[in-house]
């Protein structure tokens, strides 16, 4: 007999939640304007909201932050990073940000100016945010089969040769800076992109003389779903994936947050010394001088321990056996999610539990507010608001999917915290039928407007 699967931690030091009734939470949904950013963390009981920068570091990162060297500059902490990076990246050049965000800031004003087109799959909102921000433009290539969650494909993440090619073409080398992979696909799900496509991706951007950058926030992630899903690689470790996976790339940005489970930080990685020196400009601008660039002495080491510990596969594993076991959970209660399940959250496709609601009405952010509401969960919505206007037309935009993320921390919750996630999710769905409008838009920021948008119910 095999025995269960049981996570390789025990837990050192905890903090107590606080488990609200939902009458609290009908007052301080409505408001926060029906918003969940604007709730306070004290408002949720388990927050599913994001796995960004809310994982619970390891006693080893602990203890790599009292020994942070917090020298301006040439601190050993920076050298530490460098090293780690080096070592399991495989970049030559690095520059420290305080987050991905401020690795894409830096990186695109470097290299994107106004009228640039920017390719990639399913640009994450920071990265699309960035690149309009210049007045460019990114130009989504991912194959057709990431937007239908019904549909079991080993990688919807990747991006669609054909489609890529044809934007190659279309536009002088000169107007199109950098290609950008996303790993994993945030956007569509958490989704996979196969080493054979990273690979394709290279070969392409080669012809057409386009450097190739990965959006890396869940590069381990990405690897490991390569081992388990891409027969060529199923005996290597997820370190060496790694490695071959940034062979096929220029450079990174990279949300620490995410697979180096720390609580803050970032940085960009590169092979060329001239775009090091090009951006370090930047960096020194934005963020701080370039051995430091956002980040205390301290978290660099706590992300040098992290990205070690992140890229093995017992630590990874847990993870994304937690995010299965609550998918698992919610298909056996009828519920749709998007398939195959993603390695750091579970999607659910608002869509199909609420057809009854018009996508003019936010649907997915329909069914979030009401995952607070009866369970206390924070949830995101990703399909609508976050898409947010079309630059020229000022139009809403209306993406393939709608999808609520329960976006699970890592080493964080308990699966009996997912027992009750599901039991919440199937509550609602029980009585969806009950359901007959979403929400309209009261007030919305010109760019990003999903952090700060204020909204309301449909009486
Ligand atoms: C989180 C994330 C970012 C932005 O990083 P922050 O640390 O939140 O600023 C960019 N791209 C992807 C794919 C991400 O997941």
């Known amino acids: 007999m095999s025995l269960p699967y049981a996570e390789p931690y025990k837990i050192k030091m905890v903090e107590q939640i606080y488990r609200s009734t939902q009458k609290e939470r009908e007052q301080w949904i409505e408001e926060a304007n029906f918003n969940l950013f604007n709730l306070r963390s004290e408002q949720v009981f388990i927050d599913l909201l994001t796995d960004s920068g809310t994982g619970a570091m390891s006693d080893k990162q602990w203890s790599a932050m009292m020994l942070g060297d917090e020298s301006y500059a040439g601190a050993s902490s920076y050298f530490k990073l460098?090293?780690?990076?080096?070592?399991?990246?495989?970049?030559?050049?690095?520059?420290?940000?305080?987050?991905?965000?401020?690795?894409?800031?830096v990186l695109f004003s470097t290299i994107i100016k106004e009228g640039d087109i920017v390719p990639g799959n399913s640009h994450f909102d920071t990265t699309k945010g960035h690149i309009e921000f210049r007045k460019a433009k990114a130009v989504d290539c991912t194959i057709n089969e990431a937007f239908d969650t019904t549909l079991d494909f080993p990688f919807k993440g990747n991006i669609d040769i054909n489609k890529l090619e044809a934007v190659l073409k279309k536009y002088p080398k000169e107007r199109i800076p950098l290609i950008i992979v996303t790993i994993t696909n945030n956007s569509s799900g958490g989704q996979p992109v196969s080493m054979e496509n990273l690979k394709q991706v290279k070969i392409i951007a080669n012809q057409y003389g386009i450097p190739v950058f990965f959006d890396s926030a869940r590069f381990a992630e990405n690897a490991y779903f390569i081992k388990m899903r891409e027969k060529a690689h199923e005996h290597k470790s997820i370190k060496e994936i790694v490695k071959e996976m940034y062979s096929y790339a220029d450079g990174m940005t990279m949300s620490s947050k995410k697979d180096a489970i720390v609580n803050m930080g970032g940085f960009i990685a590169m092979r060329s010394e001239k775009l090091f020196r090009d951006a370090s400009v930047f960096n020194i601008m934005f963020e701080g001088y370039i051995t430091y660039g956002g980040m205390s002495g301290r978290d660099m080491n706590a992300l040098a321990q992290g990205l070690d510990e992140g890229t093995e596969f017992e630590v990874l594993e847990a993870g994304i056996k937690q995010?299965?076991?609550?998918?698992?959970?919610?298909?056996?209660?009828?519920?749709?999610?998007?398939?195959?399940?993603?390695?750091?959250?579970?999607?659910?496709?608002?869509?199909?539990?609420?057809?009854?609601?018009?996508?003019?009405e936010f649907i997915a952010q329909t069914v979030a507010v009401e995952?607070?509401?009866?369970?206390?969960?924070?949830?995101?919505?990703?399909?609508?608001?976050?898409?947010?206007?079309?630059?020229?037309?000022?139009?809403?935009?209306?993406?393939?999917?709608?999808?609520?993320?329960?976006?699970?921390?890592?080493?964080?919750?308990?699966?009996?915290?997912?027992?009750?996630v599901a039991a919440v999710c199937k509550k609602i769905f029980d009585t969806r039928h009950e359901a007959k409008h979403g929400l309209r838009i009261v007030e919305e920021a010109p760019i990003m407007r999903h952090f700060t948008v204020k909204l309301e119910k449909i009486k």
């Open 82 to 105: 460098k090293k780690a990076i080096k070592n399991i990246l495989g970049f030559e050049y690095f520059l420290p940000t305080h987050q991905g965000r401020a690795a894409e800031n």
């Open 371 to 420: 995952l607070y509401i009866v369970g206390g969960i924070r949830g995101v919505e990703i399909g609508t608001i976050l898409a947010d206007r079309d630059p020229e037309t000022r139009e809403n935009r209306y993406p393939g999917l709608e999808l609520v993320r329960l976006a699970i921390p890592r080493r964080t919750y308990t699966n009996s915290h997912m027992d009750y």
């Open 323 to 360: 995010v299965e076991y609550l998918g698992n959970k919610l298909i056996e209660c009828g519920i749709p999610i998007q398939f195959p399940i993603g390695g750091h959250a579970v999607f659910i496709d608002a869509k199909r539990f609420l057809p009854q609601i018009n996508k003019e």
